[in-house]
């Protein structure tokens, strides 16, 4: 296989104007791949201490950023970061080591894809949810791709029908591929194209096989099939944008056991379940939490079975897990 790494590029010293622009494609902590506004690759770092709102991110810069950089060694070809540009949106999470941290998996997209599985690893519904909610609350399209169709029997098909059913009546868009067999991925290059699409979801489900699916001449690091112990070891390490040929970019991430939401109150959370943000204004309270208010139309849905039960309690679940900030 042949592995083609970007990282640390040594090219030839490309010249670097004040304040010129460039984009973050993989960020590994302390240094920075960008691409300057020119074209040229750069090994660039943050100096100093950088506070973005208020935010307390374990990580200042995210892939998909916006900088401004200045030369710092012309030798070795290195950058210092002086800037990060206002960010259109990003998508966070709370970091596993610190409920009171988070981190930013990546930043300015266009849309999300989770790449979901029904077995080998299985996805949760409670984990599809708050990926989804938290992609709403950023205002970022989601779309949910269910790999390894090759190996459904029965019991996974009929989950596949029924959680397409779901998702696709709130209005998701649904896809079932296999990477295995190059089934169902023409689909999705045309739903690529032009955009930013962050590629999110369990390790070992194969967002990095649908990449290289998806972009050939790339042959990026996947798991191997003898390494797969399903206990889900991380292949991918640090998030990274991949160029399309035809415009356009996919971020690839290291798959994450769990997702916990950030700076999403319990007021707010029934607005980024598509569902029931189309009922909450016929609510008779409107700081109704749709729990056992009286007069509450998300509940009604949910009994007349216009909002699926399976999504309620995952409403339910979330809603429990929010610690309300005291200021
Ligand atoms: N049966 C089957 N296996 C697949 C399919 N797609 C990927 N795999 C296998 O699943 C394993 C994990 O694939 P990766 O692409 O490394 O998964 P990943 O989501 O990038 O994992 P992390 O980088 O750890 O987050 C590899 O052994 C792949 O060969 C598929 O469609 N069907
Ligand atoms: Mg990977
Ligand atoms: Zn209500």
Request: hydrophobic share 35%; charged share 25%.
């Amino acid at each position: 296989m042949i592995r083609v790494s970007r990282t640390m590029a040594t090219r030839p010293i490309s010249l670097i104007s004040p304040g010129m622009k460039a984009i973050v494609y993989k960020s590994t902590g302390s240094w920075y791949t960008v691409k300057d506004e020119a074209g040229n690759w750069h090994n660039a770092r943050i100096k100093g201490v950088f506070k973005i709102d208020d935010i307390t991110s374990t990580n200042p810069v995210a892939v998909g950023d916006q900088v401004e950089i200045e030369t710092e060694d012309k030798i070795e070809n290195t950058a210092i970061i002086t800037e990060i540009k206002p960010r259109q949106n990003y998508i966070n999470r709370q970091s596993p080591r610190s409920k009171h941290q988070h981190h930013i998996i990546a930043a300015n997209l266009d849309q999300s894809f989770l790449i979901a599985t029904l077995k080998e690893p299985r996805t949760s519904q409670g984990f599809i949810d708050r990926f989804l909610v938290a992609s709403e609350s950023y205002h970022v399209q989601p779309s949910i791709i269910f790999n390894k169709a090759d190996i459904y029997k029965k019991k996974e098909q009929d989950k596949f029908d029924l959680w397409s059913e779901i998702y696709g009546n709130v209005g998701y868009n649904v896809y079932r591929v296999s990477v295995k067999e190059n089934a169902g991925i023409d689909a999705l290059l045309g739903q690529v194209q032009g955009k930013t699409t962050l590629f999110s979801g369990h390790s070992g489900v194969g967002k990095s096989s649908l990449l290289n699916a998806i972009l050939p001449n790339l042959q990026i690091k996947t798991q191997d099939v003898s390494e797969w112990s399903g206990k889900g070891m991380h292949t991918t390490t640090f998030a990274e944008m991949y160029d399309l040929p035809g415009g356009g970019a996919i971020i690839d991430t290291p798959g994450m056991r769990e997702f916990g939401l950030v700076d999403i109150s319990k007021q707010e959370l029934s607005h980024y379940f598509p569902e029931m943000r189309a009922r909450i204004n016929d609510c008779q309270f409107n700081n109704c939490l749709h729990i056992n208010e009286p007069g509450c139309a998300v509940k009604a849905a949910v009994v007349e079975g216009e909002i699926t039960e399976d999504r309620y309690v995952s409403y339910a679940t979330i809603l429990e897990s929010i610690e309300e900030k005291n200021y």
